[in-house]
């Protein structure tokens, strides 16, 4: 028998990969689903936007989105699971005893996982249309790490609040929905008045994905508007923003989560 | 092995179900503050498990037993006290915990032993033994939502019992499978047992408990009423259960005399599917007393009950009648049935008539009376036929020489051992 954290790992990789197998076993298109989804989106923007808006005003505007797109939906997706990890559980949660984050933690590795397969395909997408690595796309990895961050720390707080307030996921998705405006994903965030700006900023993926953009698709990271001072305050705001979040959202939940047994 | 100190644990229950943002908000809104209505589960319990012992927990619904449980296995925080546990703790407070009906039998079986902290590679090493107990090596790679409930108990069980722990902790889980496998669940605790494991059991089956305990403890209202020998222990169950239902019945009566103080027809409608006939006579109702006299419904094996019947003949010249009463159990079978002499001959009106039982010949439980009137000579439609018209509740006194006997009946029985 297993104890300590060689077993409470075993755990959370067998739970996160159970939870992938049937998210994916028990419709047709399997897998496919959960790129098809962001793909349609994208498509639907990219006629409207890219075609009848921004025609012309970007070459790389189709790339931009496509990223952006599957950021944003990767965020919206993981988060609102996340919410749900604990409840989710209720079955096992209720019956048997192990740290409660094990489902909070399964559940993002879970969606982390369909990300990261996602993430090769957008990747394939660019190089077909011309759009290599270049030095600065390593700094990609760090902000998917710091949207992973992002995604576990709203998971472990409100997963357990979620608990208690049964109308959270609702609230989430209409969050969710006016996020996805609220960040520069269809349109660039030059367009948008410079007094504004700050204000989307307040928003960390908002860095992670203007970010995301220059190192992935633009291969530059200043411009007349952006020097390496801005640029390292900025990097220094969302690394500091995720981190703060996960641990409040961590030490929130290990109050609560001996509880959680309770309210299921 | 384990020690439990004074393990106190309150629920707070709100008094008004609030489950959203919304509602919160909104009664944040209107100045309500409903509050919480206290529900004391556990009031200071305390005791001690050695090493090897099979220690059962018996009580009623609601006396604090699962609560219990869930705290020795942590699920619940205690408010108060706590356990100290000597070993490794496998709770089985539900069969198939982790079971997925969209996964295959393999897949759940891996799923189910990882969360009771299996390795991966010990579940490969156990794989064939557990399907192998459980008789579903041809559905290996079916999924669980194909198989029947027997099927699923089985494979649960299978893989609940592969958990190598110090302390098991299983609540209710052997009135589950048929008789067949019940008999290999019990072969496993038997083997446990002599393996030295630590069991704690929770179950409502006096047989069970007798059976493999060494010592049982009573929960009552969150207390420890009683501890010790599973006999005493049982005993004092079954006169706690007994003073309690003799309390309900006595109450379910006065609501129904009061309910029907105007019509006398307080059981159930003419022309219902517990109640049939042709009429021109009623069975009005039964009831039961001791040897003195006294009302009551819970009598201990060999004691005297009386029941009385009261029926009415309504209609002159009615083709001569006799009462039927009919004893069975809740599972349905018949302990007998009876058949009077003639009840008519005096006219019409209300009458009564006495069902005597000197020494009543019934072991521990639950049994309900049937009665009818029928005419003598055609058997095809009594005038009037109640189904479960009154019960009585039977418990073995301890001193009785009936005390271990299981069963229906009290047979009449001395055992010569030479």
């Known amino acids: 028998m297993l104890r300590g954290r060689a077993r409470y790992f075993e755990l959370v990789k067998v739970l996160g990969f159970t939870d ?74 209720g019956k048997i005893y192990f740290p409660r984050s094990i489902a909070v933690l399964a559940t993002s590795l879970n969606y982390i996982l369909t990300f990261a397969i996602n993430m090769g395909i957008v990747c394939v997408f660019l190089l077909i249309d011309g759009v290599g690595l270049n030095r600065y796309s390593f700094l990609f990895l760090l902000y998917i790490a710091e949207l992973y961050m992002i995604v576990l720390g709203l998971s472990f707080l409100l997963s357990v609040a979620y608990l208690r307030f049964r109308d959270i996921v609702e609230i989430w998705t209409i969050l969710i929905t006016a996020g996805f405006y609220a960040t520069p994903i269809i349109y660039p965030i030059e367009m948008v008045p410079a007094k504004f700006q700050k204000y989307l900023y307040l928003n960390p993926i908002t860095f992670i994905v203007e970010y995301s953009k220059r190192v992935m698709v633009e291969g530059r990271i200043l411009d ?30 290990r109050r609560s989560a001996p509880r959680a047994a309770e309210y299921l | 092995m384990i020690r439990a100190h004074d393990i106190s644990k309150t629920f707070l ?38 090493k090897g012992e099979f220690f059962s927990i018996i009580g009623k ?34 069969l198939g915990i982790g079971f997925n009906p969209d996964l295959t039998a393999r897949d759940n079986v891996y799923l189910s032993a990882a969360v009771l902290g299996l390795r991966r590679k010990e579940i490969d090493r156990l794989y064939g033994g557990i399907i192998g107990f459980a008789e579903l090596e041809r559905f290996q790679e079916q999924a669980l939502k194909n198989f029947s409930s027997g099927m699923k108990v ?17 609540d209710e889980v052997l009135a589950v499978g048929d008789a067949s496998f019940q008999q290999k669940c019990y072969d496993v605790f038997r083997r446990l047992k002599g393996q030295g494991k630590t069991i704690i059991f929770v179950s409502h089956s006096m047989g069970d408990i007798k059976e493999f305990s060494d010592r049982v403890m009573l929960l009552h209202e969150g207390r420890v009423v009683s501890l010790g020998a599973p006999e005493k222990v049982i ?18 009566e006065q609501a129904r005399a009061q309910e029907s103080a105007g019509s006398r027809k307080e059981f159930a409608a003419p022309g219902s599917d517990r109640r049939w006939g042709s009429g021109g006579a009623s069975v009005e109702r039964i009831s039961f007393a001791d040897a003195g006299g006294r009302g009551t419904h819970v009598f201990a094996t060999g004691e005297e009950v009386r029941a009385r019947l009261e029926f009415r003949v309504d209609r002159e010249g009615l083709a001569p009648a006799r009462l039927t009463v009919a004893i069975h159990r809740a599972d349905g079978v018949t302990v007998m049935e009876t058949r009077s002499g003639p009840v008519t001959h005096a006219g019409t009106g209300a009458r009564a008539a006495d069902l005597v039982f000197p020494k009543i010949e019934l072991l521990a439980g639950t049994y309900y009376f049937d009665v009818g009137i029928a005419p003598i000579e055609d058997r095809s439609e ?35 051992v030479a």
């Open chain 2, 154 to 170: 089985r494979l649960a069980f299978s893989v609940a019992f592969m958990v190598d722990a110090d302390i098991l902790l299983i």
């Open chain 2, 382 to 416: 009594p005038y009037d036929f109640l189904k479960n018209c009154g019960s009585i509740r039977v418990y073995q006194d301890s001193k009785s020489v009936y005390r271990d006997a299981t069963g229906i009946c009290a047979l009449a029985h001395d055992w010569r």
């Open chain 2, 61 to 94: 619904n609601g006396s604090g037993k699962s609560t219990l449980l869930k705290i020795m296995s942590s699920i619940y925080a205690p408010d108060r006290g706590g356990v100290a546990l000597g070993g490794t703790v496998s709770p089985f407070l539900e």
């Open chain 1, 224 to 253: 007349a508007n952006h020097s390496a001072r801005t640029f390292l305050i900025g990097n220094g705001i969302i690394f500091s923003e995720s981190l703060l979040l996960l641990v409040i959202g961590f030490l929130i939940f």
């Open chain 2, 13 to 50: 229950i709100p008094k008004e179900k609030k489950m959203t943002l919304r509602e919160h908000v909104l009664g944040y809104l209107r100045g309500r503050t409903t509050g919480y209505e206290p529900l004391r589960a556990l009031r200071g319990v305390s005791f001690d498990v050695h």
């Open chain 2, 235 to 252: 005993h004092d169950y079954q006169l706690l259960t007994a003073h309690e239902d003799e309390k309900r019945i006595a109450m379910a």
């Open chain 1, 20 to 93: 992938f197998k049937l998210r994916f076993n028990t419709s047709i298109l399997g897998y496919l689903w959960s790129v098809l989804k962001p793909l349609g989106i994208f498509f639907v923007l990219y006629i409207v936007f890219g075609y009848f808006i921004f025609r012309g005003a970007d070459p790389r505007y189709k790339d931009k989105l496509l990223l952006g797109i599957f950021l944003w939906s990767y965020f919206a997706e993981a988060s609102t699971a996340g919410i749900q990890s604990l409840l989710g559980k209720s079955h096992i949660i």
